[in-house]
């Protein structure tokens, strides 16, 4: 089994999602997809990793999203993301945090996760073009900001475009 995700969904309708989440990458697909990073200690074992992800309604017009997963193997937090959502006719505004890892300071333990800590506001005019509204299912596909991200964690979220 090279890439696994196996998830568990509540969907109540198209805003109101809460998704819970397991995914793992072989260390065989890691190094066929990222030879240098498959010596790494923290890939020893693969990436095992479970999450929550989740999008819900808060009162009229604003919705809230988040995920959170965290690495089994190196017991850490793999990522975060928190945002909300302000949706009208004319305009949505969304404001967003992310921290995802971005690497690892190097030790005689395998290193300590490094992250990227990033803050963001989208501003969408609507009626501009004829796909408008990114609603909160897009929210967390598009994990809200735009990222630069490392190979780490295209690796990580390809696992997720792939399976999820």
Same mark, same amino acid.
């Given at each position: 089994?090279?890439?696994?995700?196996?998830?568990?969904?509540?969907?109540?309708?198209?805003?109101r999602l809460v998704q819970l989440n397991y995914r793992y990458a072989s260390p065989e697909y890691i190094q066929a997809t990222l030879p240098s990073?498959?010596?790494?200690? $923290?890939?020893? $074992?693969?990436?095992? $990793?479970?999450?929550?992800?989740?999008?819900?309604?808060?009162?009229?017009?604003?919705?809230?999203?988040?995920?959170? +997963?965290?690495?089994?193997?190196?017991?850490?937090?793999?990522?975060?993301?928190?945002?909300?959502?302000?949706?009208?006719?004319?305009?949505?505004?969304?404001?967003?945090?992310?921290?995802?890892?971005?690497?690892?300071?190097s030790n005689d333990n395998g290193g300590e996760s490094k992250y990227d800590n990033t803050f963001g506001i989208n501003i969408e005019l609507r009626?501009?073009?004829?796909?408008?509204?990114?609603?909160?299912?897009?929210?967390?596909?598009?994990?809200?900001?735009?990222?630069?991200?490392?190979?780490?964690?295209?690796?990580? +979220?390809?696992?997720?475009?792939?399976?999820?």
């Amino acid at each position: 089994m090279p890439l696994v995700t196996a998830p568990l969904k509540y969907r109540r309708d198209e805003n109101r999602l809460v998704q819970l989440n397991y995914r793992y990458a072989s260390p065989e697909y890691i190094q066929a997809t990222l030879p240098s990073y498959s010596t790494a200690a $923290q890939y020893k $074992q693969g990436i095992s $990793q479970v999450g929550m992800t989740a999008s819900w309604p808060i009162v009229d017009r604003w919705s809230v999203v988040g995920a959170y +997963y965290y690495d089994t193997n190196t017991r850490k937090a793999a990522n975060q993301m928190l945002g909300v959502q302000y949706n009208s006719c004319c305009y949505a505004i969304r404001l967003g945090y992310e921290r995802k890892v971005n690497g690892w300071n190097s030790n005689d333990n395998g290193g300590e996760s490094k992250y990227d800590n990033t803050f963001g506001i989208n501003i969408e005019l609507r009626g501009l073009s004829s796909n408008y509204g990114l609603g909160t299912q897009q929210m967390l596909r598009s994990n809200i900001l735009p990222y630069q991200s490392s190979p780490v964690m295209r690796l990580v +979220y390809n696992i997720i475009r792939i399976c999820g």
